[in-house]
């Protein structure tokens, strides 16, 4: 991902199907503070484009679990690599796609970045039952319902554990 992205990022957040989950999103001013210092590296998310047919139909970011405390005390999984996924472009992705397009990420993106990773962690807001059946389908197992900081709504921990 570069900075000239970001508008994208915006446009996906605003999707109907999207903008749920992402209350208070940011503006592209809001955006380029959150997202640069990603983009530049001086964060431990590390952002991708996600692509569907070579068109930019949402983003992807993964990172060490612990690396991001709170997380990894909510989840137990500090040597975990963990991602997330958003897809802005609802006809880029259909419910039979996405299993593949997160096998594909996680293959192509988040093992070649990790190769001594053995367990991915993803933990959509409970309620994103779409986004919970794609990664069962893509072999993730959940565990249990988390909550990562007081008053912020319940997420389902899913894992995969690589080689096992």
């Given at each position: 991902?570069t900075g000239?992205?970001?508008?994208?990022?915006?446009?996906w957040?605003?999707?109907?199907?999207?903008?749920?989950?992402?209350p208070?999103?940011?503006?592209l001013a809001?955006?380029?503070?959150?997202?640069?210092?990603w983009?530049?590296?001086?964060?431990?998310?590390?952002?991708?484009v996600?692509?569907?047919?070579?068109?930019a139909c949402?983003?992807?970011?993964?990172?060490?679990?612990?690396d991001?405390?709170?997380y990894?005390?909510?989840?137990?999984?500090?040597?975990a690599?963990?991602?997330?996924?958003?897809?802005g472009?609802?006809?880029?992705?259909?419910?039979?796609?996405?299993?593949?397009?997160?096998?594909?990420?996680?293959?192509q993106?988040?093992l070649?970045?990790?190769?001594?990773?053995?367990?991915?962690?993803?933990?959509?807001p409970?309620?994103?039952?779409?986004?919970?059946?794609?990664?069962?389908?893509?072999?993730?197992?959940?565990?249990?319902?988390?909550?990562?900081?007081?008053?912020?709504p319940?997420?389902?921990?899913?894992?995969?554990?690589?080689?096992?």
């Amino acid at each position: 991902m570069t900075g000239s992205d970001l508008g994208d990022v915006i446009g996906w957040h605003a999707a109907p199907h999207v903008a749920p989950w992402r209350p208070g999103e940011p503006d592209l001013a809001a955006a380029r503070r959150k997202y640069l210092p990603w983009i530049r590296g001086e964060h431990p998310n590390h952002l991708s484009v996600v692509l569907a047919d070579g068109r930019a139909c949402g983003y992807a970011w993964h990172y060490r679990v612990g690396d991001h405390r709170d997380y990894a005390l909510a989840t137990g999984e500090p040597d975990a690599v963990g991602f997330d996924v958003v897809i802005g472009d609802a006809t880029a992705c259909g419910p039979d796609l996405a299993p593949a397009m997160l096998r594909e990420y996680l293959r192509q993106v988040v093992l070649k970045a990790h190769p001594d990773a053995r367990r991915l962690v993803s933990s959509p807001p409970t309620g994103e039952a779409e986004t919970i059946r794609a990664l069962t389908a893509a072999g993730f197992a959940p565990l249990r319902d988390i909550t990562v900081f007081d008053g912020e709504p319940a997420e389902t921990l899913l894992l995969l554990t690589i080689g096992g």
